[in-house]
């Protein structure tokens, strides 16, 4: 029964995924067809000459696109969402030239809420750009029904030639919508309490704690139930033990706990140790979490968030809520008796069954950030991530906002351009203060 219903679905995804290619393709005026999309191009021709394309520099994503921006005044700021500017980033300005010509961007600043940045483009010899001006628009968002416009950046260049509309969707929601945040923020199970403990970084082959079967990457927490402070106590007990003394030492590993009875070899535990620390054992890592993505694992011991220590699970989160959905945290960790630091990016990466399967039929994946907005305007256009911080429009080219996240195979959020206005204003204003 589950093997025909496992063909069933990717039988259905295969079926989704070549309707979505004929529309893609069709001269039929299906959503998304190149007739409708034509039919549209004049309407956006003036916002597709202020949208450019955004490319890494250096890193993974050297040379490739990561995101659209929207040009907002004549000397060169620049909107775009700030989660998937992962490094540095160019203005490619010329897509279809062999020569691509790449402008550097500097970023001004950020608004986490909206998860917008604001950048620079550094236009040469005092070269002014096109620009789609942020004043004097409608608070009132667009009507369910409504149709929408994505717009590419003109292929040609900057400069007044008609570009096109990259793909055409519908207000999916009335009014405005705040998403809460969704997926996990580290995707973590840690014991309720911190433990202390002493990291053992190494085990002689035969030696006592080999036979106890003690390994490298145990914390030693107790000697005959009596938990240990130092490192310091631990050896001058062992000090004045007698040289085949018995006792029983509680470890944790892989987050659960043991007692190993111990007999010294000659008043040898051969072990090495490292100082004593606290900090929350990770006993759980949930599949597709942020935590799993960085690389965390059982029995890491969580001794830091951004490098203030932690040693209750309320300063863990109390420490994650000065944080967004998208934004890099790193955790300082101690793994088989060593200090480790990774980072993760916290929240949006979900972990269901059914959201990879939408992924499959959608084509692509989800953004880095898709939930944690206090105002959206929700609609069902299809686009990748690396499509986010792109200009929409309406019918007849009045900008409503920029694509902030795909949030589901049909569901696209874009930050309104009243939002937007205000959002670039408060930018300006912080960084005029400094």
Excluded: C
């Amino acid at each position: 029964m589950l093997k025909d219903l496992t063909k069933f679905l990717f039988a259905f995804a295969a079926a989704g995924l070549a309707v979505q290619a004929s529309a893609q393709t069709s001269d039929g005026l299906v959503k998304n067809s190149s007739a409708l999309r034509e039919a549209f191009a004049s309407a956006a021709a003036n916002t597709s000459a202020a949208t450019v394309s955004l490319v890494g520099v250096g890193g993974e994503a050297d040379g490739e696109q990561v995101a659209l921006g929207l040009l907002v005044s004549d000397d060169g700021l620049l909107v775009t969402k700030a989660s998937e500017l992962n490094g540095l980033v160019a203005a490619d300005l010329f897509p279809k030239d062999n020569d691509r010509g790449f402008l550097a961007l500097d970023l001004i600043g950020t608004d986490a809420e909206f998860d917008i940045a604001l950048l620079q483009l550094a236009a040469p010899n005092g070269l002014r750009v096109p620009f789609v001006p942020l004043g004097n628009l409608a608070d009132a968002p667009p009507a369910a029904g409504t149709w929408l416009v994505s717009v590419e950046p003109d292929p040609d260049g900057l400069g007044p030639d008609v570009g096109g509309a990259l793909a055409i969707g519908n207000v999916s929601v009335g009014k405005l919508r705040e998403i809460e945040r969704e997926g996990l923020r580290l995707g973590i199970g840690t014991r309720a309490q911190a433990i202390d403990g002493l990291p053992v970084r190494s085990v002689r082959r035969g030696g006592a704690a080999w036979q106890a079967g003690i390994r490298p990457g145990d914390l030693i927490i107790a000697r005959d139930n009596v938990d240990i402070e130092s490192r310091q106590q631990f050896v001058n007990e062992l000090r004045l033990d007698r040289p085949s003394a018995v006792f029983n030492l509680t470890i944790v590993r892989d987050g659960e706990a043991a007692v190993r009875p111990v007999r010294l070899q000659r008043g040898q535990l051969g072990v090495t140790i490292t100082d004593a620390v606290r900090g929350l054992d990770v006993n759980r890592v949930f599949a597709l979490s942020p935590a799993q993505e960085a690389g965390v694992k059982v029995g890491d011991l969580v001794t830091t968030v951004e490098g203030t220590p932690i040693t209750q699970i309320q300063e863990l989160n109390a420490k994650l809520d000065n944080f967004r959905a998208g934004d890099r945290v790193k955790l300082g960790l101690i793994r088989d008796g060593l200090p480790v630091d990774v980072e993760v990016r916290l929240g949006g990466i979900r972990a269901s069954q059914q959201a990879r399967f939408q992924n499959f039929i959608g084509g692509s994946t989800f953004s880095r950030r898709s939930s944690d907005f206090p105002a959206v305007i929700q609609h069902d256009t299809v686009l990748p991530p690396n499509r986010m911080g792109g200009p929409v429009i309406n019918a007849r080219g009045d900008l409503l906002g920029i694509n902030i996240a795909r949030a589901g195979r049909v569901k696209t959020y874009a930050v309104p351009a009243s939002e937007l206005a205000e959002i670039v204003e408060k930018i300006r204003g912080e960084q005029g203060s400094d």
